[in-house]
């Protein structure tokens, strides 16, 4: 990733950092998975790493796209079009991910659902995409041959699955010759939790209308947009090395950045994020910090300060330095608060539950 996005020597040795610790995570997992010694010593590994974006990446829009969100005012339409534009310069992000490791307990399968779940994440956040052909359908199927061949012992166990395992038993045993698509096909649909997947259905309906009936609802309510902008502002930690009229300064500068730019950012729509995110102000830049400069460090892929960090529990921490110009801070939040939301809601994996299997892996 680094040779590709032609990253400067700094970013090329923090992600050979992240390689080498990727790779001790994956050594424990081998050794776990063909039944070997527990090996790990902390509950989770970091895999921090340095990529850049481009200025037609996914978190870019340009400014005709922005002038048409709706904004409270006209100066905070032309605002934000212009912090639009300017944010459109390449840049690099700092990135860090908590891979949880295995459970000592586990079994040898469920370490392996365990670490594709730990290893997708990874690859979200790297902006990587996942090789085709892999998903949670490419897991051992829980079900085998022996259990589809038993009949329901009562009238309680004849449940839809059940009737889908015999239907699809049946055709199998009509048919010549399978292919391999047939199989692949026949076991994705076995997984299938009917009953899951009707509540997740009816779940998306509800919140689709709430949405609806909602919209709008906090943005143009000002005490609300006071409150959920005060809730923000409350998860703010400063180090000690910031001054004290820093931090009073940073506060203020915080507080118009976000509201001048509540709907660019997505504070409403993304409100149960940016409520629990954890914003960690640093010292001052060492470098010269002028917009020139920056602009400078931007095209060289040089980082300038920032930092975002996914626990082990899916929480986040931003790290920003103090003296941050607008821009530069509404162009990192924006780039990055899509991908980090939706690994903070705990029910982010939707349909994909529903080809679980009843182990309790989820």
Known sequence: ??????????????????????????????????????????????????????????GTMTATTMSTI???????????TTASTNAAQPTTSRRRVELQVPQIQMSPHQVTTHV??????????????????????????????????????????????????QVFQNERRQRPMMTRWD???DRFLRRINWTKFDQVYERALRDAQANLETRGLIRNNRRLRNQLLAKILSHVTFLETVQPLERLVAYRRLLRVLDEHFDHLQLESFGRYWENVQISVTESRPYNTSSSALRKRRQRHLETGYRFTIHHDNSVTVQIPVDFQNDELIQELYRNVRDFYEWTQPDYLGLEGILEEEEGLM
């Open 1 to 58: 990733m680094a040779a590709q996005q032609g990253l400067p020597q700094t970013a090329v040795a923090v992600n050979l950092k992240a390689i080498q610790n990727l790779n001790s995570y994956i050594d424990g997992v081998v050794a776990l998975e063909q039944g070997g010694p527990y090996s790990f010593s902390s509950a989770v590994i970091d895999i921090e790493f340095v990529m850049a974006f481009s200025s037609h990446s996914k």
């Open 70 to 80: 709706p904004t409270t005012n006209t100066t905070n339409t032309t605002t934000t």
């Open 116 to 165: 594709y779940r730990q290893v997708i994440k990874l690859l979200r956040m790297a902006d990587l995409s996942i090789p085709k052909g892999v998903n949670l359908g490419t897991l051992e199927n829980a079900y085998n041959d022996d259990d589809m061949n038993q009949s329901p012992t009562s009238s309680s166990d004849l449940n839809e699955e059940w009737i889908v395992d």
């Open 183 to 185: 199989r692949s096909r």
